[in-house]
């Protein structure tokens, strides 16, 4: 998959913002990200894809423009550069969402085939969607076809909720769509409606079924989900530990539900976003020198940097604590403090998760794998560390 470093000459990449639920300002974290991209020397287009209620125009201070998305949906307009509309920031377009079209919050399958197709066809560097709440498969497809999925939540346990049901989600329908594009389809919708009438299946046990079936399927949809790797915003964070919500998240969601994500940073709580929204003028430009501003910038950077593969070789103590071999002790300590807090009974990442025998295994494996490394790296004069509680 290219990076946003590479020539754009073929066709744009796609950011998706998604959410799993309404109300976690994915859609100022859509602007943000935006506004940053134009700013660094990008071409970049703002598309609303919040079918159902479109309000992206107003976070830029602008009137509803007179055409939109619906107009190119409905076949009233050519192409998607026909619909966009500058914005009053360099080299920054909009494409508004389609305004009382209450009938095309479902699209067809060949709306939706043409309105992917038209995306990649943008003249643009990088194309950012903001997605609508919920997984409908309009939701679901979008954020599937992707260079970057990027997801804001809440530090609040219904927000960490919806986000584990949007990743089994999204990750189960990019499956489904590499199926189908790839000519697995009937061994992938067999294995998925086998496996969906008792528990929500885990991919892992998705791909070992469909390696049963068929291996060479199994190994080609595996090494095509491996770029499936959503990047995590935390937004309205009020203090360090919900700062420090998406590091636990990507351990727990890559142990205990089977789906990588990355953790891109966190947008502070603050108050003046507030008194922005309702000014109608773009935060990250009307508070460009703010600590939030620069956290927004942060994280659209952090969404930038390519996130290297994690290799899949044998398991050990290093490769249980997430490190190479090789590793310092510094870097053992560190990697079991990080572990340490998401492994913890009370961590803020597990709500919802019934995971309590996996946590307890993972939780031995770590406090061995940490007593194995400690004794071959051992640091003259340094105490020993205390154990995880359980």
Same mark, same amino acid.
């Given at each position: 998959?290219?990076? *946003?470093?590479?020539?754009?000459g073929?066709?744009?990449?796609?950011?998706?913002?998604?959410?799993?639920?309404?109300?976690?300002?994915k859609?100022?974290?859509?602007?943000?990200?935006?506004?940053?991209?134009?700013?660094?020397?990008?071409?970049?287009?703002?598309?609303?894809?919040?079918?159902?209620?479109?309000?992206?125009?107003?976070?830029?201070?602008?009137?509803?423009?007179?055409?939109? %998305?619906?107009?190119?949906?409905?076949?009233?307009?050519?192409?998607? &550069?026909?619909?966009?509309? =500058?914005?009053?920031?360099?080299?920054?377009?909009? *494409?508004?969402?389609?305004?009382?079209?209450?009938?095309?919050e479902?699209?067809?399958?060949?709306? $939706?085939?043409? %309105?992917?197709?038209?995306?990649?066809?943008?003249?643009?560097? !990088?194309?950012?969607?903001?997605?609508?709440?919920?997984?409908?498969?309009?939701?679901?497809?979008?954020?599937?076809?992707?260079?970057?999925g990027?997801?804001?939540?809440?530090?609040?346990?219904? /927000?960490v909720?919806?986000?584990?049901?949007?990743?089994r989600?999204?990750y189960?329908?990019?499956?489904?769509?590499?199926?189908?594009?790839?000519?697995?389809?009937?061994?992938?919708?067999?294995?998925?409606?086998?496996?969906?009438?008792?528990?929500?299946?885990?991919?892992?046990e998705?791909?070992?079924?469909?390696?049963?079936?068929?291996?060479?399927?199994?190994?080609?949809?595996?090494?095509?989900?491996?770029? +499936?790797?959503p990047?995590?915003?935390?937004?309205?964070?009020?203090?360090?530990? &919900?700062?420090?919500?998406?590091?636990?998240?990507e351990?727990?969601?890559r142990? +205990?539900?089977?789906?990588?994500?990355?953790?891109?940073? /966190?947008?502070?709580y &603050?108050?003046?976003l507030?008194?922005?929204? $309702?000014?109608?003028?773009?935060? @990250?430009?009307?508070?460009?020198?703010? /600590?939030?501003?620069?956290? +927004?910038?942060?994280?659209?950077?952090?969404? *930038?940097?390519?996130?290297? =593969?994690?290799?899949?070789?044998?398991?050990?103590?290093?490769?249980?604590?997430? #490190?190479?071999?090789?590793?310092?002790? =510094?870097? !053992?300590l560190?990697?079991?403090?990080? @572990?340490?807090?998401? %492994?913890?009974?009370?961590?803020?990442?597990?709500?919802?998760?019934?995971?309590?025998? =996996?946590?307890?295994?993972? #939780?031995?494996?770590?406090?061995?794998?940490?007593? *194995?490394?400690?004794?071959? #790296?051992?640091?003259?004069?340094?105490?020993?560390?205390r154990?995880?509680?359980?």
């Open positions: 998959m290219r990076t *946003i470093e590479e020539p754009m073929r066709r744009p990449q796609i950011w998706a913002v998604g959410g799993g639920k309404g109300g976690t300002g859609s100022l974290v859509a602007v943000s990200l935006a506004i940053h991209l134009a700013g660094s020397g990008r071409r970049v287009v703002l598309v609303d894809g919040d079918l159902g209620a479109p309000n992206l125009h107003t976070f830029l201070g602008l009137d509803p423009p007179p055409v939109a %998305l619906g107009d190119f949906i409905k076949g009233k307009a050519p192409s998607l &550069d026909a619909v966009a509309v =500058e914005t009053g920031v360099p080299r920054l377009r909009l *494409i508004s969402g389609a305004r009382n079209c209450l009938d095309l479902s699209l067809k399958h060949f709306q $939706k085939t043409r %309105l992917v197709r038209f995306l990649l066809g943008l003249s643009s560097d !990088v194309v950012v969607v903001d997605l609508g709440a919920g997984t409908s498969l309009n939701v679901l497809d979008l954020f599937s076809i992707a260079d970057r990027v997801m804001a939540i809440l530090p609040e346990p219904t /927000s909720e919806n986000c584990y049901r949007f990743l989600a999204a189960l329908r990019r499956l489904q769509t590499l199926g189908q594009s790839l000519g697995y389809q009937p061994v992938v919708n067999l294995v998925l409606e086998h496996r969906g009438r008792y528990t929500v299946p885990r991919p892992e998705v791909l070992e079924e469909i390696r049963r079936i068929d291996s060479c399927a199994a190994a080609t949809l595996g090494a095509q989900l491996r770029s +499936f790797l990047r995590l915003v935390i937004n309205q964070a009020r203090d360090a530990r &919900d700062a420090g919500l998406g590091s636990l998240i351990t727990v969601a142990r +205990f539900v089977g789906i990588p994500v990355a953790a891109a940073g /966190s947008i502070p &603050d108050p003046v507030v008194r922005s929204v $309702k000014s109608r003028r773009p935060f @990250l430009i009307e508070y460009s020198r703010s /600590s939030t501003a620069r956290a +927004f910038r942060a994280v659209a950077e952090a969404i *930038i940097t390519p996130c290297p =593969e994690r290799e899949q070789g044998p398991v050990d103590p290093y490769s249980i604590l997430d #490190l190479h071999a090789g590793a310092t002790h =510094e870097d !053992v560190a990697a079991y403090m990080r @572990l340490r807090p998401a %492994l913890r009974s009370d961590s803020p990442a597990l709500i919802s998760l019934d995971c309590e025998a =996996e946590r307890l295994s993972a #939780l031995a494996e770590v406090e061995s794998a940490y007593r *194995i490394l400690s004794r071959n #790296l051992s640091v003259p004069g340094r105490p020993p560390q154990a995880l509680e359980l």
